[in-house]
């Protein structure tokens, strides 16, 4: 079911955008998901790792959100929004404020300090601390799309590292090991799910990464590109991974015990993390358990970057014209192309809007060469050609952007409907 809060209006006409295609990229932009989603007209480069989302961009970022709140829900997640502006305090307390190099620190004019947060255990705790009393209230799981802060000093991957990016972290909050445990476990099935419905299944593995001091392991998400800053080696046999950075402590897969392994340049998507109690134990936050013992409360963050994971599907879909949206992310599922203008454009395109399914209209007075052009960059999944041959014909073309198949339809906007409503 659509959530009533987040109604994407299923039309839009392109000579209304205010964006335009260009044929050329910044010059600075090195990445083939920046050069294509601003040559798209999907983002928009502020400064380096700094980008505005134009509508085209929000529109799949809202797609990719969606998916992964419905996700975040199935696993009892509350949804949440935390503040981007933190206490100096808090920050002191972890000791992070003097050990995290790429915290930004802000003062305002009184002298004061604060954190524009790079991620949320510092206000978390003590927030749920306000309102975990007893051992009753565990376990439960709170999470936000919120923009984090934080200082890359190599910001050249376009949206993939942003100085300024949202990302999805949840976190959960639990009294025993074993609870944590099963709940990260969770947290993995769901995981993969969302990077199977975003189109990212099969090039996505789950990844042994080092687990800092606390714990042993943390999971990644991993998906394989050339576009990637990180290495893995991946089980020839399962298609478990492993991070470059703990290889050497590793020397067979810890799933099946093979020793065969592919080295693959990938993105990290996402990361699911065993927290334990290092960031409940600084704030002290602690519940007596049954037997009345002081317990500090157990942990684990999961989180995932929207643009990173919008960006990486650009990376892995797209080809020498352009991009290729996997539907369930695509801005809108048809490209609406009028080689000429007529009445019969405007009447299936209002058809297909009232049927909710989501239409761009080229309605614009272009030639076809960039009509084309336009919709194989902008790469919605299929391309509905209404020409002057079609017309007289009594039919429309439907080309797939990804096969390049093509198949026709009678002229009429009913059967048109019918058909997408069939897809
Ligand atoms: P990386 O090693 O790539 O810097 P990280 O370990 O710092 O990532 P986390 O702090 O665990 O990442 O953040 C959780 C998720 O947020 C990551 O899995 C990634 O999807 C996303 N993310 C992290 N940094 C960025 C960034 N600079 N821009 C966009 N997304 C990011
Ligand atoms: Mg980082």
Redesign the pocket.
């Known amino acids: 079911m659509k959530n009533k809060l987040e109604v994407l209006l299923p039309g839009m006409k392109q000579s209304k955008l205010f964006t335009k295609t260009t044929k050329d990229a910044p010059k600075d932009e090195v990445s083939v998901n920046a050069q294509l989603l601003i040559r798209a007209g999907f983002i928009d480069k502020e400064m380096a790792g700094v980008y505005t989302l134009l509508p085209l961009g929000l529109r799949t970022l809202k797609k990719i959100e969606n998916i992964i709140r419905e996700e975040m829900n199935a696993i009892g997640g509350q949804e949440i929004l935390m503040p981007s502006l933190h206490p100096k305090e808090n920050w002191l307390k972890t000791g992070r404020w003097d050990t995290m190099d790429d915290l930004y620190k802000v003062k305002d004019a009184s002298g004061r300090e604060m954190a524009l947060g790079p991620?949320h255990e510092e206000v978390v705790v003590p927030l749920m601390q306000r309102f975990i009393n007893s051992y009753k209230d565990l376990p439960f799981a709170a999470y936000q799309f919120q923009t984090k802060f934080?200082m890359?000093l190599r910001a050249k991957s376009g949206?993939?590292?942003?100085?300024e990016?949202v990302?999805k972290d949840l976190y959960s909050f639990h009294l025993t090991e074993k609870d944590l445990d099963e709940y990260y476990e969770k947290s993995k099935e769901v995981y993969f799910k969302i990077f199977t419905r975003v189109g990212l299944k099969d090039v996505t593995h789950l990844t042994f990464a080092s687990g800092g001091s606390f714990s042993k392991y943390s999971h990644?998400f991993q998906t394989v590109t050339p576009a990637g800053?990180d290495t893995i080696y991946v089980c020839s046999k399962c298609g478990l991974a492993i991070n470059k950075e703990i290889k050497d402590e590793v020397h067979e897969c810890p799933e099946c015990q093979n020793k065969d392994f592919i080295e693959e340049k990938s993105i990290?998507?996402?990361?699911i993390f065993k927290l334990m109690n290092k960031y409940s134990a600084p704030f002290d936050l602690s519940v007596k358990d049954e037997s009345g013992e002081k317990k500090n409360v157990l942990m684990g963050c999961y989180?995932?970057?929207l643009?990173?994971?919008m960006g990486t599907v650009v990376e892995v879909h797209h080809d020498e014209k352009g991009m290729i949206w996997p539907e369930a992310v695509a801005p809108f599922k048809v490209h609406l192309l009028s080689l000429n203008q007529n009445d019969k454009s405007q009447e299936i395109y209002d058809a297909l809007a009232e049927a909710g399914i989501e239409v761009l209209f080229d309605d614009r007075e272009a030639n076809p060469g960039v009509k084309f052009a336009d919709a194989d960059l902008i790469g919605l999944p299929y391309q509905l050609i209404v020409s002057e041959k079609n017309l007289k014909e009594n039919k429309v073309e439907v080309k797939n952007r990804k096969t390049g198949e093509v198949e026709y339809i009678s002229l009429s906007s009913s059967e048109v409907v019918k058909y997408f409503q069939n897809k």
Request: aromatic share 4%; net charge neutral; no cysteine.
């Open positions: 991620t934080r890359e949206i993939l590292r942003g100085r990016f990302m990644e800053e990290e998507v996402g990361n989180g995932i970057g643009g990173r994971l």
